[in-house]
């Protein structure tokens, strides 16, 4: 009865305006999400006007994701440091700017450079949003308010391709960076006059060198996991590419451990929530990205789609997102964070093998979108929820760059991994569409290797969750660190160990294993 009255207290405290807020942040981080699908159809206009090559194309797209990566967890620290209002404004004002510039580019050069700003600006957007969100929610509203933060985000990957295809096939290539703009200008100026400002009570000191670390390995990851899909795991660059991120993240764990205020708490690592958290939340974008690459092809390639009318064919995904996120937290209450996620997981691997088994129909693709949505909005809100409990809130901004960064990771893994199936079994035909009736079914065969595979890896995660996420307590409801909010009445939970430890989410104390993570 006292956990119900002080939930009460805590939802009637919290600022009325919190849904309004919502808004904003789901708007701004829908434009950052939709504008890798703008320019995905875009590419075959801007390779012709511009003169670009398949290289330089390469590093139109994938300027944007590098820089992104790299700059996620310097981002969140930043923005604990300074103040969350402050970096996502900044952040969404670097995207309009870098929208401005690719819009007039009249070169290649230009173009990358004008997608690198728009990367630098997103990784401040991003877990801003986050972060604010878990600030103005109370613990009873949260796991609903990330339900629709994260279906925005579903939502601008579903949307990218159809307006995209809208905007080339009316206007010219330059109008998917002219559509970021008023959008851009809504979430500054309603953003400056509904978002509060919140940082940490006691500002840490900078760690530039943790930082510059910290960049760099991230940097040296996804250029060898985005390259790999095109020139082999054991090709020149993309080996030299993973040693130096091997080296770059020992220098960063060497450096970290010494630092008195790191910018990655290694106690949290070594939790099983965050482990299981982290992994299943990575393993599911590996799944979708990998099948959103396999699959924007098969339905141009194999039934003859147009781009505006393949984009429009991935719609049913967004809407599965949406049914599965007003469900999620209902079945998180009824089996727990493990039995939530784990169920969501399985759902969306079941609809990736649902789209493997291909026919000239479009029934069977609407039925795998639908359950892969479905299960990716079971999914996604707890193990988003999971994380961000994990930490005080004057850590939060941190703690939601660590969670944007392992799905950033799992998209850019997702189109190596599956678009290397793909490319090893359709073998050279793979640079262009099929031109034959055997080309054809040689391509069907290798989607549909690249949809097994994406389903093995999300069904992997799953198994992952149900092993290491807490089981018990519903979403949103406990924190297992000290500056914890109010705990909700649940069933005694499962021991995991910690170190030399095991912790019991008990209610009436901090977890000793953890205890540091405050501090950190």
């Not at 939709?34 to 090559?53: C, H, R, S, W, Y």
């Not at 940490?200 to 991230?218: F, H, I, N, Q």
């Not at 995660?461 to 149900?466: D, I, M, N, Q």
């Not at 807490?470 to 160990?497: D, E």
Request: overall charge neutral; charged content about 10%; glycine content about 12%.
């Amino acid at each position: 009865m006292r956990t119900s009255m002080q939930e009460q207290e805590a939802a009637e405290a919290a600022d009325p305006r919190r849904w309004w807020m919502l808004g904003v942040l789901s708007l701004a981080l829908f434009v950052i999400i939709l504008n890798n699908g703008l320019l995905n159809v875009a590419i075959p206009q801007i390779m012709q006007e511009l003169g670009t090559g398949i290289s330089a194309t390469q590093w139109i797209v994938d300027g944007y994701a590098v820089v992104f990566a790299a700059a996620l967890l310097t981002a969140g620290t930043l923005s604990d440091r300074y103040g969350r209002k402050r970096a996502t404004l900044l952040g969404t004002c670097g995207f309009g700017v870098g929208s401005l510039l690719a819009l007039t580019a009249d070169g290649t050069v230009q173009l990358v450079a004008a997608r690198c700003v728009m990367g630098l600006a997103a990784a401040f957007v991003m877990p801003g949003t986050l972060a604010i969100l878990v600030d103005v929610f109370p613990a009873r509203e949260r796991p609903r308010a990330i339900a629709v933060w994260g279906s925005s985000s579903a939502l601008g990957v579903a949307a990218g391709p159809i307006v995209g295809g809208l905007l080339v096939d009316r206007f010219w290539w330059g109008s998917i960076f002219l559509v970021n703009l008023p959008p851009v200008l809504v979430v500054l100026a309603a953003g400056m006059w509904l978002l509060p400002e919140s940082s940490e009570k006691v500002p840490r000191p900078a760690d530039p060198v943790g930082a510059l670390l910290g960049s760099a390995t991230m940097t040296a990851l996804v250029y060898g996991v985005i390259h790999a899909a095109g020139q082999g795991w054991t090709s020149t660059p993309v080996l030299l590419a993973l040693t130096a991120c091997g080296a770059c993240a020992a220098g960063f764990v060497a450096w970290e451990r010494k630092h008195p205020f790191p910018m990655v708490n290694f106690a949290l690592l070594r939790t099983p929530a965050f482990l299981g958290a982290s992994a299943g939340s990575m393993l599911l974008f590996l799944g979708l990205a990998g099948t959103l690459f396999v699959l924007t092809q098969q339905l141009q390639f194999a039934l003859g789609y147009s781009p505006l009318k393949a984009g429009l064919a991935v719609a049913p995904l967004a809407v599965g997102v949406g049914l599965g996120s007003t469900l999620t937290t209902a079945l998180t209450r009824l089996a727990g964070t493990d039995g939530g996620v784990a169920c969501g997981l399985v759902c969306a691997a079941a609809g990736m093998l649902t789209l493997s088994q291909f026919s000239d129909s479009y029934l069977p693709i609407v039925a795998g979108l639908l359950l892969s949505g479905f299960g990716i909005g079971l999914a996604l809100t707890p193990v988003t929820d999971t994380v961000m409990t994990l930490v005080p809130p004057e850590r939060s901004g941190n703690a939601a760059a660590l969670n944007d960064t392992m799905q950033e990771l799992g998209n850019a893994l997702g189109v190596a991994v599956v678009g290397t199936v793909l490319a090893r079994q359709y073998g050279s035909q793979a640079s262009g569409p099929p031109a034959s009736r055997e080309a054809r079914q040689s391509f069907v065969e290798a989607a549909s290797s690249g949809f097994l595979v994406a389903a093995g890896v999300v069904a992997a995660g799953a198994a992952v969750a149900a092993a290491l996420l807490p089981g018990s307590n519903p979403v949103g409801r406990h924190r297992l660190v000290p500056g914890s909010r109010t705990p909700g009445r649940h069933r005694r939970p499962k021991q995991r160990s910690i170190g030399p430890t095991a912790w019991s989410e008990e209610p009436s104390g901090p977890v000793p294993a953890l205890r540091d993570l405050s501090d950190a």
